[in-house]
């Protein structure tokens, strides 16, 4: 089968297309062909980033990098019973670990996917994995019905997904993007927009229960501002603080807090249920071809990508 092999951090270019031998499932797995991957920011810093490189790999080299997987069961390990040969399936895979899904198949644990609802495309379904699991991991147990909620970068491939949980949930929802993508987030459902190129938002909304920061910095900073004493914000960029951050939260009694999403198969079954309900709806920004993953790798660098940037295999 072909997959791309990453020997070290670098540029695209050190994304190389193989001849590798198929895996071969094991006994809580599903042999699965890929028919779409998409593609996260994480993908994008690892492949960059020597050290982050080393943190999730160690020294397996070379390796196949990404986790978000949709396809069909080809093979079944023996201890496998709730999947057939020709199950339609998705999730994300062993995150955070060996996902191996930039190839044309992937064997993956059974229990980090579920069967793909009639009516959702290989493309949507392999966009509802990483950023959704996101959205859904970190609102579900963190807010509800009423609470005020700031979601920055409603555009992107979290936001547009936590957008539409948030709201599923019966927050208020307030959401950040660039004037290009205000009538996009407005269509998710949030309540009001702001405009991070030309608008403070600190400046115009106030007393809020729970911030989604996908950005970091000062955005973080700006935030614990505008939140409630004794509330909460998530961070999904980095687990690093600022000492004015981590002394203004402690101050208020505000808990800042970085949250790194897991593979979970109850979770997955959770987003495949509010697919079916049409609660929740993927954007797919782009679709590439397998031969152009690398292309796709450029496109989630620009950070400007709405929703989410597929791979067809
Ligand atoms: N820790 C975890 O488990 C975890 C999980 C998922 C993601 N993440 C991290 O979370 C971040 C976001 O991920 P993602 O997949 O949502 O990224 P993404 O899809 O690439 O985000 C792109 C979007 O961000 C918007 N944007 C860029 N700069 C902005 C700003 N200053 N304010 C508001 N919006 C801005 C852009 O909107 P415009 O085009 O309108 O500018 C664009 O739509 C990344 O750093 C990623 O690595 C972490």
């Known amino acids: 089968m072909q997959a791309y092999l990453l020997h070290k951090a670098g540029g695209i270019e050190n994304l190389i297309l193989s001849d590798v031998d198929k895996p071969k499932p094991k006994a809580n797995e599903l042999l699965i062909e890929v028919k779409a991957i998409s593609i996260n920011p994480v993908d994008v810093k690892i492949r960059e980033m020597p050290k982050l490189l080393d943190q999730v790999y160690g020294t397996d080299r070379p390796l196949i990098l990404g986790w978000d997987i949709a396809g069909v069961v080809t093979a079944i ?11 339609k399936v998705f999730g994300l895979v062993n995150f955070p670990g060996h996902g191996n899904a930039y190839a044309e198949y992937v064997a993956a644990p059974a229990e980090h ?15 509802t994995t990483l950023a959704a699991l996101t959205a859904l991991q970190v609102l579900s147990p963190r807010i509800k019905a009423g609470d005020k909620v700031l979601i920055h970068a409603g555009s992107g491939g979290v936001g547009h997904f936590a957008i539409q949980i948030a709201k599923d949930i019966g927050a208020y929802v307030i959401s950040t993007s660039s004037a290009d993508n205000k009538d996009f987030v407005l269509s998710l459902g949030a309540d009001e927009h702001i405009d991070y190129e030309t608008q403070d938002f600190e400046e115009l909304v106030s007393d809020l229960d729970f911030v989604l920061d996908a ?66 709806k993927p954007h797919v920004f782009k679709t590439f071809a397998f031969t152009d993953l690398a292309q796709a790798h450029l496109q989630v660098e620009t950070n400007r990508t709405v929703g989410k940037v597929v791979v067809e295999v």
Not at 77 to 87: A, E, R, S, Y
Not at 248 to 255: E, F, G, M, S, T
């Open 113 to 127: 996917l579920v069967k793909i609802p009639n009516g959702t495309s290989f493309a949507e379904a392999a966009a």
């Open 215 to 280: 950005i970091g910095g000062d955005v973080l900073e700006k935030s614990l501002q505008v939140t409630k004493d004794g509330k909460s914000i998530i961070s999904l960029p980095t687990p690093q603080f600022s000492d004015k951050a981590k002394s203004y939260a402690k101050q208020h009694d505000i808990d800042i807090a970085f949250f790194n999403v897991t593979s979970n198969g109850d979770d997955m079954q959770t987003l495949k249920e509010m697919l079916e309900k049409g609660t929740i």
């Open 77 to 87: 390990g023996d201890d496998v019973t709730n999947f057939k040969v020709g199950d």
